[in-house]
Nanobody, 115 residues
Framework: QVQLVESGGGLVQAGGSLKLSCAASGRTFSHYDLGWYRQAPGKEHEFVAHIGGTTYIADSVKGRFTFSRDNDKTTVYLQMNNLNPENTDIYYC???????????WGQGPQVDVTS
């Protein structure tokens, strides 16, 4: 079992920044790759970023979003800069043991960007 606890969502004006954090814990969490997805109401999860052996960031946010993790690999961060209203969504931290998709999800902080 892996636990993912996120923080850092909120309300920001267009052009502003937010930083999301995700703290992972559990007996075998080091066996999982961590990532971020976003989800709008009634829609599927949309990939944002993923870190395992390498780091992947969606083309739609590349250059504005940065994905990183701390040295002990227990916490990952999503730094979101130059936000626009299209980035408004719930953002979920994820943990995946295979390439088939996430096995675990965090609670999903809301990110709201106003124009």
């Amino acid at each position: 079992q892996v636990q993912l606890v996120e923080s850092g969502g909120g309300l920001v004006q267009a052009g502003g920044s937010l930083k999301l954090s995700c703290a992972a814990s559990g007996r075998t969490f080091s066996h999982y790759d961590l990532g971020w997805y976003r989800q709008a109401p009634g829609k599927e999860h949309e990939f944002v970023a993923h870190i395992g052996g390498t780091t992947y960031i969606a083309d739609s946010v590349k250059g504005r979003f940065t994905f990183s993790r701390d040295n002990d690999k227990t916490t990952v961060y999503l730094q979101m800069n130059n936000l626009n209203p299209e980035n408004t969504d719930i953002y979920y931290c994820s943990a995946a043991s295979t390439q088939d998709g996430p096995d675990y999800w965090g609670q999903g902080p809301q990110v709201d960007v106003t124009s």
